[in-house]
């Protein structure tokens, strides 16, 4: 377990009393049942932002607080604790890590100080496929004027649909499979030829599917030589995600501890059956192991330095192997109970299976890892 300064144990703390407080798994019921299908409560993500939650690791000079990626890792965990539906990942990680990485400064001055602020939502628009592969970006950008114009589609894009700023992967060299070639865009709300049609998913927060037509969008960064900032913000978003489904997985776990401590059966306490006390050591187990993976990528990318492949695809395949194994043992060892709507057992393993894919599932990272590792 890292090592928390005074800062980090605070920001945790505070983090976890709102999300118990104000943000239980109700929320995400209510958000759902409201059937306005909106991926999170507006009125929650501008208290965030009141909060610093937003700027966590945006520079001071663009009004951030800097704290660093294991800092807003710990707030992403108590997050996922409660199942908060928020675009904590999609804007204060992964928007402010793009334009950090690979902004301009007229680019960072625009829009980080808003982000900071959480007056605004980005997305990153990358898969235009069932899987993820990002190499396999097609979405044509061509030069129009002083910018560029986008034509093409992107899916599964989380808080698309209500997305202030895009952050775009298309394709101004080269061909589908080829790293060579892909460009990064901003692209404004509105813009000409911007579509976005909402998808359902399972886990009751949603996606986009987005289509351009000859959409104007900003060069973020060189043209053609987009694939490092691009896979480096990918990095970040899968640490930060596997922060996110860590903190779900060992709320699943509490959960499940404690019926098994109260639980009778056959005039016994069902958490006295070895089988299902081996079950639950396999799970603490499991969960320490994928604790620190996460918290080495997180502290990974604080100290700096230009690779981070191996660590973030550890992270990731470890915290999806986690999630999906801890929220089926909720399930199954709640019994009947657990199979219903009324127990929020369902809600853990709904979101495991979305979470499980976003950005690459197991299978995807376990193959990275050993390629990156030189196998």
């Known amino acids: 377990m890292a090592v928390l300064n005074e800062e980090q144990t605070m920001l945790r703390d505070a983090a976890r009393g709102w999300t118990q407080e104000t943000s239980p798994v109700g929320k995400l019921r209510a958000l759902r049942d409201s059937g306005k299908n909106l991926p999170f409560d507006p009125a929650a993500w501008a208290e965030m932002g009141q909060m610093g939650w937003a700027g966590v690791i945006v520079p001071e000079d663009y009004d951030g607080s800097a704290f660093g990626y294991l800092s807003l890792g710990l707030i992403l965990e108590e997050t996922g604790r409660t199942l908060t539906a928020s675009p904590l990942l999609s804007t204060a990680l992964i928007g402010a890590s793009a334009l950090i990485l690979g902004g301009s400064d007229a680019q960072k001055s625009a829009w980080l100080p808003r982000i900071a602020a959480g007056e605004i939502v980005t997305a990153l628009a990358v898969d235009e496929g069932p899987h993820h592969a990002p190499e396999k970006t097609a979405l044509g950008a061509t030069a129009s004027g002083d910018g560029y114009a986008l034509t093409g589609s992107k899916t599964f894009v989380i808080d698309g649909d209500v997305a202030?700023?895009?952050?775009?992967?298309?394709?101004?060299?080269?061909?589908?499979?080829?790293?060579?070639?892909?460009?990064?865009?901003?692209?404004?709300?509105?813009?000409?030829?911007?579509?976005?049609?909402?998808?359902?998913?399972?886990?009751?927060?949603?996606?986009?599917?987005?289509?351009?037509?000859?959409?104007?969008?900003?060069?973020?960064?060189?043209?053609?030589?987009?694939?490092?900032v691009l896979e480096a913000v990918l990095d970040r978003a899968r640490i930060g995600l596997a922060a996110e489904m860590l903190g779900q997985s060992l709320q699943a776990f509490e959960i499940t501890l404690d019926y098994l401590k109260t639980r009778t059966q056959f005039g016994q306490v069902i958490g006295t059956f070895q089988s299902l006390q081996h079950r639950a050591a396999k799970m603490f187990t499991d969960l320490e192991m994928s604790r620190s993976a996460i918290e080495a990528a997180l502290e990974g990318l604080d100290a700096g330095g230009d690779d981070h492949r191996a660590a973030a695809?550890?992270?990731?395949?470890?915290?999806?192997?986690l999630v999906h194994l801890v929220t089926n043992e909720m399930v199954q060892m709640h019994g009947g109970i657990g199979m219903t709507d009324a127990h929020d057992a369902g809600f853990y393993m709904k979101r495991a299976r979305v979470a499980e894919q976003l950005f690459g599932g197991a299978g995807y990272h376990k193959d990275r890892y050993a390629r990156v590792s030189g196998f």
């Open 313 to 321: 695809s550890l992270a990731k395949y470890k915290a999806s192997e």
């Open 164 to 228: 202030d700023l895009l952050i775009v992967a298309a394709r101004t060299a080269g061909k589908p499979g080829e790293t060579d070639g892909i460009s990064l865009f901003l692209v404004e709300k509105g813009a000409a030829g911007l579509k976005a049609a909402h998808l359902g998913l399972a886990d009751s927060r949603g996606a986009a599917r987005i289509t351009f037509d000859k959409t104007p969008g900003e060069l973020l960064g060189e043209a053609g030589k987009g694939w490092p």
